[in-house]
């Protein structure tokens, strides 16, 4: 029979594992057990999702989490929510770590009204035993109610950097087919959010959908990328039911390094499908006098560059040059107006090309580029190509010293896309 665990009292005794988690304004320090740090979601991320969902209508029930980890989201969720949890967790250390975590975020973030931790519970058990955690949890004066919003965040094989969808513990159809008697649901569906891999491919993606469809057929689906910057995209989501956009199916979260700040978000896209064109395809090659845009990947991995491109003063007016992988670059002929703090997040750096370099950049034609930089009263150049990383900081320490001794004035960087022979040397300012 699984047993229950209580935020309010469960001491911290025999739990090693305490770390600070970064991401957190508050700078909480969290408990882990049997390496789950690596697991977690980091507060801010889990924060953001949280707030996010305070903006839809939740019905009556309990807020559950059937695979709680070190209980990071469920803390975030109940804060946010200002309603009590049940997290479920096969791993009793770990349960253990999320029932005091859940208390830490409770006191250190100043409620006093005891009711929500009183209230809240940890479940040591199978997540994917509906009715075994539903019979456990009667006890708790919870017996008559349905759940209201299920939250789903699977571990995965770790340093895999592809898994099946049979691969993630526990398994997305084995929770589905347990807890489906117990989910509020409603027109639209059960308000579910499934925290998958960024790594899920097109097709993957869609076998989720055909699973969700199995269980709730004409379910609303929204597929969440959440992004901290640096082009990368730290969670997939799929978000169902009433929590899901109706015809949305992509939406784009830039969380702002500034934790104090709104994240923006993008909404809309085309559906997933498996040649999934993010964007469109090379039509120009590079030429002087036209602007090249690096443009954040995470953006366009999600699907949305395109719409969110189309909103610049430019309009249509620009061509992909590097439409996948880690630098997609834009080719347009007008700059992009900075006037919001968006186009500093999603556009990595712009500048007009002002020369084409046709011979490699390597230690020994180092001092050719240099020439060049200078001939364009250049004092600082950034490398943004895919050179060897054991050479590329040889390279830029060679252009930043010899640079920075002479009087250049402008600031450039050297861009070199897959379809092109050509470095090409572009000016910010
Ligand atoms: C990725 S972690 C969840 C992290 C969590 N979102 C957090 O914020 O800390 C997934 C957890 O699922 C647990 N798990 C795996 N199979 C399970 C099952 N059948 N029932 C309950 N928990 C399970 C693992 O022990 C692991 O701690």
Redesign the pocket.
Known sequence: MPRIIYPLSEPSTGLFENNPDKTSIEHFKFFHADE?KP???PWQV?LSRAIMLREYQLPEGIIL??????????SAYSEILKRPIVG????EN?ARA?AVNFRTVFTERGDNSLDRLQDSIIVV????NGAEIMSTIASKGLQNQQVAFL?L????PRNSRAHALSEM??RLDEVFAGWKPYLATGKTGPAILL?LSPRLSASQMLEVEDLVEEFWPNTNKTWTWTSRGRGRVDRLALWLGPIAEQNKIRRFVRIPPDPTRTPFIMLGGAPITVIDEATKEPRVTAQRGIYASVIDSALVESGLADDWLETLSFGTDYAWAEAKGRRPVIYHSQPIVNNSSEIGNLVVTTGRIIDLINFDLTIETVDNFVEICLEHDINKVTIRAGLDPDIQPKIQGSLDRQLARRHGSRKAFLLRNSNEENYLLCVTN
């Open positions: 789950g697991l977690a979601t889990a989490d059937c695979a709680c980890g070190s209980g990071i989201q469920i479920v967790e096969l791993n770990r999320s058990g199978d997540g994917r939250h965040d699977p571990a995965r513990a526990p925290d």
